[in-house]
């Protein structure tokens, strides 16, 4: 199990999760990755779903990584270091980018990167990003949030 465990965390995790900072997390997106992790556990076990195996136990027995938390983990980690950057970056322009001719669509509109920060950390997570110590101190919140609402 060791080993499983050391190949599933060092070399599955990172190809899941490759890009994910840019990725616009949705509640499908997190449930299909959720989804593949548990029949990747499965399988590392030797079981199926026959067995009826609780998650939580799963989870104690293998001892890998969550998805979800890498993901929330790796985004928050990348806006702080997008929003402390002082040259005028693409990624930057974009992330304050607004266009002036269109208009968002009557329905509800799809979700935005952005949004996930917003809702966090208020419209002003930007500013609060340049105080490294204090936002590292709120990553654990955002990480336990993403992964509680999705």
Partial sequence: MCLKRKVF??????????????????TEMKRKLQITQRAMERQMLNITKRDKKRNEWIRNQTGVKDVTRRI????WKWACHIDR???LRWSIEILQWIPRDKK????????????????????TWQRKAY?????????EAF??????NG
Avoid: H, V
């Fill in 131 to 139: 105080n490294r110590k204090f936002w590292r101190e709120m990553e």
């Fill in 9 to 26: 965390n060092q070399c599955i995790l990172p190809f899941l999760t490759y890009g994910c900072e840019t990725w616009t997390n949705s």
């Fill in 104 to 123: 968002r669509p009557r329905r509800r509109p799809p979700k935005r990167w952005r949004d996930d920060l917003d809702s966090y950390a208020e419209a």
């Fill in 85 to 87: 950057t002082k040259d």
């Fill in 72 to 75: 929330a983990q790796r985004k």
């Fill in 143 to 148: 990480i336990l949030q993403w992964i509680d």
